[in-house]
Structure formats: structure tokens, C-alpha cells
């Protein structure tokens, strides 16, 4: 099993930053990829990022540029630094893992509120 908690969101003005952190624990040695979701007022959840046991990292074409996604394997954590902060960036951000011990499982975290607002 694996677990999943995010933290670091909050109310930031537009133009600001936050960063976002997902601490795994559990069994932590079957995940593989990583990634951020966000799912915004009435809207459905959408890919932000992702980044791979290699470092290998991909981008929701909305958030090129201003956000980075990276991950620290010791510390068992991955992380979302976003930048430049848009009204339209206000979502509920959920952070997710790929785990395969015996076939792929998808874990999330609960999520954590993200409010872009002057």
C-alpha cells in the first residue's frame, strides 16, 4: 500500500508563487511514475505534470514555463514549484503515483486547495 499526502497549497495573489509537496509512504519501492493533477471549480481533473523514476519530466501545455515538477527519491517526496499564479490555476491539486508490485495501481493523495485570487 501506498499513501499519499499533499501540502503546501493555500491563497495567493495573482502574479505569486506556491509550492506544492507529496510525501509517499507505504511501499514506497513499487512507485514508479509521479504526477499532479488539479481539478477546478466545475471543471473535470486534468494532467499538470509528471515526472518519471528518470527524471524524465512532461507539461499540461497551460502551465509550460511557469511551473516544475521534481522529486526527491531519498526524501520520498515530490514536488510542484508554481510560478506566475493565474486566477485560472485555481484548482484542487492532487498528487498521484504509479505503483507496480504485481500489476499497475494508480494512488492518490486527498488533495490540497490552490486559490489564485486578488
Known amino acids: 500500500q501506498v499513501q499519499l499526502v499533499e501540502s503546501g497549497g493555500g491563497l495567493v495573489q495573482p502574479g505569486g508563487s506556491l509550492r506544492l509537496s507529496c510525501a509517499a509512504s507505504?511501499?514506497?519501492?513499487?512507485?514508479?511514475?509521479m504526477g499532479w493533477y488539479r481539478q477546478p471549480p466545475g471543471k473535470e481533473r486534468e494532467l499538470v505534470a509528471r515526472?518519471?523514476?528518470?527524471?524524465?519530466?512532461n507539461y499540461a501545455d497551460s502551465v509550460k514555463g511557469r511551473f516544475t515538477i521534481s522529486r526527491d527519491n531519498a526524501k520520498n517526496t515530490v514536488y510542484l514549484q508554481m510560478n506566475s499564479l493565474k486566477p485560472e490555476d485555481t484548482a484542487v491539486y492532487y498528487c498521484?503515483?504509479?505503483?507496480?508490485?504485481?500489476?499497475?495501481?494508480?494512488?492518490w493523495g486527498q488533495g490540497t486547495q490552490v486559490t489564485v485570487s486578488s
Open positions: 507505504g511501499s514506497i519501492f513499487s512507485i514508479s511514475d
Open positions: 498521484s503515483a504509479l505503483s507496480t508490485p504485481y500489476r499497475p495501481y494508480t494512488y
Open positions: 515526472i518519471t523514476t528518470g527524471f524524465s519530466t
